[in-house]
């Protein structure tokens, strides 16, 4: 399963940008997928994670009430809407889809996913 990132760029503080993530030559089916990012000098992080039907759906503190995850599996796409954005949410932005199995992490262990997008930057200008 191949995963695309696409959507980063440019925002203001105060700002909002969505991004997408779609896969090509196969279906999510009913992975995992989640959202993590990687500013630069720091370790990747978990952003956020949902299952296929979104009844899960997880968040690190630091984005709840701000970011919401959605999926449309017709579209065979997983979004990550980002709102009230600040300069640290600056990094890049992967998405990640792993099995639907038993997460020990909540979904927030990035070694758990399988399967990695190429990462789309979003820089917030103060």
């Known amino acids: 399963v191949q995963l695309q990132a696409s959507g980063g760029g440019l925002v203001q503080a105060g700002g909002s940008l969505r991004i997408s993530c779609t896969t090509s030559?196969?279906?999510?089916?009913?992975?995992?997928v989640g959202w993590f990012r990687q500013a630069p000098g720091k370790d990747r992080e978990f952003v956020a994670a949902?299952?296929?039907?979104?009844?899960?759906?997880n968040y690190a503190d630091s984005v709840k009430g701000r970011f919401t995850i959605s999926r449309d599996n017709t579209r065979n796409t997983v979004y990550l809407q980002m709102n009230s954005l600040q300069p640290g949410d600056t990094a890049v932005y992967y998405c990640?889809?792993?099995?639907?199995?038993?997460?020990?992490?909540?979904?927030?262990?990035?070694?758990?996913?399988?399967?990695w997008g190429q990462g789309t930057l979003v820089t917030v200008s103060s």
């Open positions: 030559g196969s279906s999510f089916g009913r992975s995992v």
């Open positions: 949902s299952t296929w039907t979104g009844a899960a759906r």
């Open positions: 990640a889809s792993k099995a639907p199995r038993y997460s020990s992490s909540a979904y927030r262990g990035s070694y758990e996913y399988e399967n």
